[in-house]
Each structure stands twice: as structure tokens, then as C-alpha cells.
């Protein structure tokens, strides 16, 4: 028998559901089947870590990689950066396993916050959709240090991370990049276009990784050994110049002579 439904109910993190102590259960049997030790101590290192995570991607500071396309590979691989910087002695192919163990585990342990079934009491028997907008902006005001602004872009109204946000990253009707994604990326891709030592280096990364993802299985262990050190040099080397204590034409001297 087909069910019918009065109202839909959009969650959102700590409005009705107690996030926070989700993510602490779901790491907790994360740790637990690794055979580590879940101390408190060690479960809130990893919602420090999560929470400045998200806040360093919407602030535009974690970037994806110029080869992923699809939605679905970019939501892959963003998810398994955060289990990458916490477990340091992983594979990416374990990180995105960890990622799917976690997110099966929050589903498994959802504790909603105090008074969410009065909440939704009171929604249920409302007759007015703006009672919805009421209680979500009401629980915005009183518990979140994110401000409602406008976009800079498109106009629209978002709520922002930090002061300094003039971007949104809300999603467009026809899949096109976020407003946020957009503007970063045409600021970075001016400013490289101006410096060849920086296209250089953006040209040779890309090129190694493309490398890597194309790699059979045989190969793919190593070149992404290789890749992992050459990164780590190039960096360094990179830092140098953006420090003023190279040459451009030095940089780019050491990218071609050290070509693979």
C-alpha cells in the first residue's frame, strides 16, 4: 500500500538530529575495528579535525584535483581526504572504505536533540509552511556563528563560514560550478596565467597525476610512490620561488629536469 505524506522535513546538522554525537559514535566503531584506542581524547582530535576540514573546503582552502570531473568522484574524493589526514598510514582505496564504514555507522546510532519530537509535533500539526521557516531560522540566530548574506555572483541568500565569504556554494539548476568554486578558480587560473613558474608547475602536476590515475595495477603502486616524492620536492622547491629565494627560470629548470 502506497504511503501519502502531509510535510517533508529537511534535517539539517544539529537542528534535529545531535551531529555531533553521531560523529562520535561512527568514529568511535571506526577506531574500535581498526583495533585502536577510542579515547575521548583521540574521538574529539577527529571532530576538531572534521570540523575545520569542512570549514577549510567551504572557505575555499581544499581544492579538487583539475582531473576529477564527475560529481560523484569529486564527493568521493573530498570525503576520503579527511580519513587521509587522520589515519596518516593509509591508502586513498582504504581512506574511501573508511569513509563508506563511517557514513553506514551514522545512520545506524541517530540521537536527536532535546525537545526534536516537540519540534516535529508542532510542525506536523502546523497549518503554515512558514512555522518551517520560523523554527529553522530561529535555531540558525540561536546556535550557529554563521551569518546570512548575499552572494556577490548570483544574489542569492547563503549563510556564510566566515566574514570574509563573498561567494556562495549553493547549487546551480544546471549542474554548473558553485559560485565559490567558480570565482576561486578563475582568480587562481588568472594569477598562474601570469606566472610561468606556477602554469609550469600546475602543468607537471597535472600530467603526473593523470600518470597515476591511467596506471595499470601493476605500475600504479609505484608511480604513486614516485608521484608522492616528486610532489613533496616540487613543493619545496615551489615555496622557494613564491619565498623570492629562486628564480622563476631556476624552478622551472629543476620541473624539466626532473621529468619523468
Request: aromatic share 12%.
Amino acid at each position: 500500500m502506497q504511503k501519502t505524506y502531509r510535510k517533508l522535513l529537511f534535517d539539517l546538522d544539529n537542528t534535529l538530529i545531535d551531529d555531533d554525537e553521531n560523529r562520535r559514535y561512527a568514529i568511535r566503531q571506526i577506531l574500535t575495528e581498526r583495533k585502536e584506542n577510542a579515547t575521548t581524547k583521540r574521538i574529539e582530535s577527529f571532530i576538531k579535525m572534521d570540523n575545520q576540514f569542512w570549514k577549510d573546503r567551504a572557505e575555499g582552502k581544499i581544492k579538487d584535483p583539475y582531473i576529477i570531473k564527475s560529481n560523484e568522484e569529486k564527493t568521493k574524493w573530498i570525503r576520503a581526504q579527511r580519513f587521509l589526514k587522520f589515519f596518516n598510514d593509509i591508502s586513498f582505496e582504504e581512506s574511501v572504505e573508511i569513509n563508506q564504514k563511517y557514513i553506514n555507522y551514522l545512520g545506524k546510532n541517530i540521537i536527536p536533540i532535546k525537545n526534536a519530537y516537540d519540534i516535529l509535533k508542532y510542525l506536523y500539526e502546523s497549518k503554515s509552511h512558514f512555522a518551517l521557516a520560523y523554527i529553522a531560522l530561529n535555531d540558525l540566530i540561536q546556535n550557529s556563528k554563521r551569518n546570512i548574506s548575499i552572494c556577490q555572483n548570483c544574489g542569492r541568500y547563503y549563510l556564510q563560514y566566515s566574514g570574509k565569504e563573498v561567494y556562495c556554494e549553493l547549487p546551480n539548476v544546471d549542474g554548473s560550478p558553485t559560485c565559490k568554486s567558480y570565482a576561486s578558480r578563475k582568480a587562481y587560473d588568472n594569477k598562474i596565467e601570469e606566472d610561468i613558474a606556477e602554469l609550469t608547475y600546475k602543468r607537471e602536476y597535472q600530467r603526473r597525476i593523470t600518470q597515476v590515475y591511467r596506471a595499470d595495477s601493476i605500475k600504479k603502486q609505484k608511480m604513486k610512490k614516485d608521484f608522492k616524492n616528486w610532489k613533496s620536492k616540487a613543493r619545496e622547491k615551489l615555496k622557494l620561488y613564491r619565498e623570492d629565494k629562486i628564480s622563476s627560470e631556476e624552478f622551472c629548470s629543476w620541473i624539466e629536469e626532473n621529468k619523468n
